[in-house]
């Protein structure tokens, strides 16, 4: 698979970890905009560096319960800490423990030690951890025996980890732009956390890959109004190869977007007036500031949000499509 650009992201990511850790960092963003691609690629980079990549992809997995949460980061050894196996092309690592986890008496308490246990281990190597974990709000809804929320307290551990103990970076990406809102308000990561936007391509980025992978001038100009993500590159490419424009490709998808934008609206008539009113804002602007949408029709565009119409930068106090695709769609649909 080839890999586009990503030079300022790939330079920021590597020297980050390099540095002494301080804070929690969540790398947020569009969905499909990279960030599990850049994360991956930081990683790749530095297997011969005397980092230790503890990296867990919450993804691949429905909502998790707390024997698979259990599963997930730990496995059976005599090791604190051991090589995924499950993982052929890339050197990453997983917590050891002695033996499973008695599900009935667990105790959060035990899990923490367990990690700990790790960090400890991989620094007394002469190594230097690193906790990766990739759609980390999938462990939302996990709770304890005693209604503790895993989350709340891995939160808690992850700030002893960085500002207080300095003893490994945590790093933690989402495309859930308002779970990074309730992040961002959220008491005890209040000066223990910091963020870092993995964004749409630029303009000018996409212009001169098009350029590169032979497409004419024309096709350039053309596609370079349309285009944000590196995987709508990758897919002109090969529907260019398959026969089908630039332009025949980049009207299919409009029409994708406008089709599920359309039943958005009317399987919501109750709200449709409002979730109107709300996209009418980005006829003429890609980019809308926060404070352009009153509070009665915030529950409007949270809903938005939440079906990947919209996308919520809450660090920038911006509101915008989720892909410029996706602008061109919401500007069919108020036609
Ligand atoms: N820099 C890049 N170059 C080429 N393809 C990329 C690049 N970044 C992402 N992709 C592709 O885009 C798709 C979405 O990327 P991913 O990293 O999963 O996004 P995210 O984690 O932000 O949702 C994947 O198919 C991936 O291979
Ligand atoms: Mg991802």
Known sequence: MKFYNREKELNYLKTYVQLEP?????????????????????????ENSNIVFFYYDLRRYA????????????????KKYLLNKLEINLKIFKFGVEKKFDFNNIKLNNIFNKIYEGIEAVIKDGKKPILI?????????IY???GKSLLNELFNLFVHLTKVRHLCHVICLTS???FIEEIYRNSTLKNASEYYLIDWLEKETIKKILKEEGFSEEEVNYASN????????TQLINNKKLGLSVEETIKQWINIEKDGLMYLLKSNKDRKEN???????????????????????????????????LFY??????????SIIEWWAIKEVLK
């Open 22 to 46: 301080n804070a929690i960092l969540f790398v947020y963003g569009p969905k499909s905009s990279g960030k599990t691609t850049v994360m991956l690629r930081v990683i790749k980079e530095l």
């Open 63 to 78: 909502t998790p319960t707390i024997e698979e949460f259990l599963e997930i980061f730990f496995e059976e050894s005599d």
């Open 133 to 141: 974990i990739d759609e980390l709000q999938k462990l939302k809804n």
């Open 144 to 146: 304890f025996n005693g």
């Open 176 to 178: 859930d732009t308002l």
């Open 226 to 233: 349309y285009l944000s993500l590196p995987y709508e590159i």
């Open 275 to 309: 979730l109107l009113k709300i996209l009418s804002k980005f006829n003429n602007k890609i980019k809308v500031s926060i404070d352009n949408f009153e509070d009665e029709i915030f529950d409007d565009v949270k809903f938005l949000i939440e079906n990947e119409i």
């Open 313 to 322: 930068d809450v660090i920038n106090g911006i509101i915008k499509p989720t």
